[in-house]
């Protein structure tokens, strides 16, 4: 096995070069190591993830019913190509003639 090289050595940062790799370490005296589980035993987190709207602060499943129909959420969606826009239902003053020539052209470009 190689040996190590030292390139950096500060008060907790050691860098080495082995292999052409470099490693990095963080260096913890025992008190500073306590220190650390002390702080991470009393840490907390909190996380919410919810689907559509919001639920409410009162907690009542009652009262996001009523305000779920203000934010819902897709059950079930499908993509479709973009060149499918190019119709004269989202397009309602457009000649059909002139879209599907933008649609034979959208693909010539695309596939060619």
Do not use: H
């Not at 907690?59 to 019913?65: A, L």
């Not at 499908?78 to 119709?87: A, H, I, K, Y």
């Amino acid at each position: 096995m190689k040996s190590c090289t030292i390139i950096v050595r500060c008060k907790n940062l050691l860098i080495c070069l082995l292999n052409n790799l470099i490693i990095i370490t963080l260096v913890q005296t025992s008190g500073e190591s306590e220190l650390a589980s002390a702080f991470n035993s009393k840490r907390s987190s909190y996380e919410s993830m919810y689907v559509g709207s919001r639920p409410p602060s009162d907690g009542r499943w009652e009262t996001w019913m009523n305000y779920t129909g203000r934010s819902p959420y897709p059950i079930r969606y499908s993509l479709r190509p973009l060149v499918e826009l190019l119709d004269t239902v989202y397009f309602p003053g457009a000649d059909d003639a002139a879209m599907r020539g933008k649609r034979a052209r959208f693909f010539s470009v695309q596939f060619s």
